[in-house]
């Protein structure tokens, strides 16, 4: 059971990282501060369900009119 919980917590914390530097990468062209977004979409991606709310609406957000789309 030890290593099953083990292997959980290491799949968990991938995921949370993986939601993490997506929203990083979509904040970079959606926000003002790219950082402070990954940062909010690791700690919601704790709670699985809330990370994915998060990196869907940055997805559908439109991007800032201030920078040039290449």
Known sequence: MNIELTIYGQVYMAFAVLIGVLCYREGQSKSD??????????????????????????????PLANQKMS
């Open 33 to 62: 501060s790219a950082t402070s977004v990954g940062v909010i979409g690791f700690v919601l991606s704790i709670f699985q369900p809330f990370g994915l709310f998060y990196l869907l609406y940055l997805w559908i957000k439109s």
